[in-house]
């Protein structure tokens, strides 16, 4: 009795006492099952969403790597564009410098006609000058020996043959 009376003087009895009566009060009232209810409902709500966050991470990764062959498909799109531009700038150069030659060429070929037709004609025209020059000076030169003499010398031997030539 002793140990009794020593029991209920000492205050951890009274406290293992409320706490055996608090634990029985609660397994009555049946919160371990509620407790492990909502400790499921929780864990299959964390489960529901760790399955959400992988399902997002695999999409996530496929449109990574669809973006990835995309961008790949682009890049090798623009240098195969850039390697066409490139080339069709070339052959548009090389056009470009052989229709430049040919000009060249052909307003040479004209440059040459004009000047060859330029030195035809004024071939011509000093021809033109030195006959027109040749008769005027001639035409001097007979005028003054006409009218420095009363009778030509070659008239009048052209005269003489007439008649053996009428003949």
């Known amino acids: 009795m002793d140990f009794l009376q020593n029991a209920l003087q000492n205050a951890e ?3 293992l006492v409320a706490l055996v009566i608090l634990v029985i009060v609660l397994i ?3 919160v371990p099952g509620v407790a492990a209810k909502a400790l499921d409902a929780h864990g ?7 399955d959400e966050a992988k399902r997002l991470r695999e999409e ?3 449109l990574l790597a669809s973006l990835t ?14 390697d066409n531009a490139k080339a069709e700038a070339k052959l548009m150069t ?3 410098k052989a229709k430049l030659d040919e000009q060249i060429t052909r307003r040479a070929e004209m440059a040459e006609r004009r000047i060859a037709n330029a030195e035809v004609q004024a071939t011509a025209e000093v021809k033109a000058a030195a006959a027109d020059l040749a008769a005027h000076i001639a035409e001097t030169v007979l005028t003054a020996r006409i009218a420095t ?3 030509d010398p070659l008239v009048d031997a052209a005269l003489a ?3 053996d030539k009428l003949n």
């Not at 299959?44 to 760790?50: F, N, S, W």
């Open 44 to 50: 299959e709500r964390i489960q529901a969403e760790l």
């Open 69 to 82: 062959a995309q961008r790949e498909q682009a890049e090798a799109l623009a240098k195969e564009m850039l």
């Open 161 to 163: 043959q007439l008649p």
């Open 94 to 96: 090389a056009e470009a």
């Open 13 to 15: 009895f009274w406290v």
């Open 28 to 30: 009555a009232a049946k």
């Open 60 to 62: 996530a990764q496929a």
């Open 149 to 151: 003499s009363k009778s």
